[in-house]
């Protein structure tokens, strides 16, 4: 499941800390989640796809190392990022 340029730019602009924003932590975090979301889906249909597994553990370790950055550089952010994308259960 390919992300599409529309649901990128989306996602930017909903996660976006300014105007010019297109890297900050939180826009990061947020297309890691929509990429780890459709590659979980591809691996329910094939479950035998060990490469793309291979892919979503680095894709998770990155978010979290993500996340980690953020919950230590300001607990605020963190708080409310991981409130909107529904993480913490």
Same mark, same amino acid.
């Given at each position: ?20 924003? @297109?890297?900050? !932590?939180?826009?990061?975090?947020? *297309? &890691? %989640? ?9 691996? =329910? #249909? ?10 979503? @553990?680095?894709? !998770?370790?990155?978010?979290?190392? *993500? &996340? %980690? ?9 963190? =708080? #409310? ?9």
């Amino acid at each position: 499941m390919v992300m599409t340029a529309d649901r990128r730019k989306e996602l930017i602009t909903n996660y976006r800390t300014n105007t010019t924003d @297109t890297g900050s !932590v939180e826009v990061q975090v947020a *297309l &890691l %989640t929509e990429r780890i979301t459709a590659m979980t889906q591809h691996l =329910k #249909t094939h479950p035998k796809d060990n490469h793309s597994r291979r892919g979503l @553990t680095k894709m !998770v370790a990155r978010r979290t190392h *993500l &996340l %980690t950055y953020l919950r230590d550089k300001d607990v605020e952010r963190y =708080k #409310t990022l991981i409130e909107r994308l529904e993480l913490r259960k």
